[in-house]
């Protein structure tokens, strides 16, 4: 079955620190991955996306994220976090075949601490 | 950039009546829309997908009768929640697939409280 997880639920980050949030999947196709922002009450914002080629993806907002098929796995960082980070994120997977129907975790809510 | 409008922003109705969202791509032709429901601290889930002049397409579990989408147009896909109740108060999304390049974009959502 596919499925996308973000094994964190909640991670807090001090202001300047640097942040990694977690997502594996497990899909049949070829996916095309994505990270999303999600605001209280808002909807979403992209932060980056892959479908092909360099597997490290730049993002806005000065984010990154890496996909690595052996492990499954398309990890968003971000070298110094802002206070202004701190919001919900979600990773989705799609595919051709399912016409960009997005899978997506249950998301990884952000702190970020002075 | 591309912008997906979506309508209300947020809306309180009493139960057993319908509630109708609008989902409306401004700038770009949109092949193919989809519509998500979140609740409090939880994940999206897709609902369904529609595309523009045929049925939409539903997913598991979600009553068609109760959440009838219309694609009328290559810039408006509808919602309605019909005879909504408690159950049914939720944040809704829906995402639209640019039909040239094949971009895709969200709208700001809406959330709906039913009394």
């Known amino acids: 079955a596919q499925s996308v997880t973000q094994p964190d639920i909640h991670i807090t980050v001090s202001e300047g620190a640097s942040l990694e949030l977690r997502c594996n999947y497990s899909?049949?196709?070829?996916?095309?991955l994505f990270w999303y922002v999600q605001s209280p009450g808002q909807g979403l914002q992209l932060l980056l996306k892959?479908?092909?080629?360099?597997?490290l993806v730049q993002g806005i907002k000065g984010f990154e994220a890496e996909f690595k098929r052996s492990q499954s796995s398309f990890n968003l960082r971000k070298p110094s976090v802002h206070w202004s980070d701190a919001a919900e994120y979600f990773c989705?997977?799609?595919?051709?075949?399912?016409?960009?129907?997005?899978?997506f975790g249950k998301g990884t809510s952000l702190l970020v601490t002075p | 950039g591309a912008v997906v409008s979506q309508h209300p922003s947020r809306v309180i109705c009493k139960s057993g009546t319908s509630v109708k969202i609008e989902c409306r791509s401004l700038d770009f032709q949109a092949t193919t829309m989809f519509w998500y429901r979140q609740f409090p601290k939880q994940s999206l889930m897709l609902m369904a997908t529609?595309?523009?002049?045929?049925?939409?397409?539903?997913e598991q579990g979600v009553e068609k009768d109760k959440f009838l989408i219309n694609h009328a147009s290559l810039t408006l896909s509808t919602l309605t929640v019909t005879s909504a109740h408690p159950e049914d108060s939720s944040f809704y999304i829906c995402s639209a697939r640019e039909r040239r390049g094949g971009e895709l974009f969200f709208g700001s959502g809406t959330q709906l409280s039913v009394l």
């Open positions: 892959y479908f092909s080629g360099d597997t």
């Open positions: 899909y049949g196709a070829t996916p095309y």
């Open positions: 989705a997977v799609g595919n051709s075949n399912s016409g960009y129907a997005l899978n």
């Open positions: 529609s595309n523009e002049g045929s049925k939409a397409t539903y």
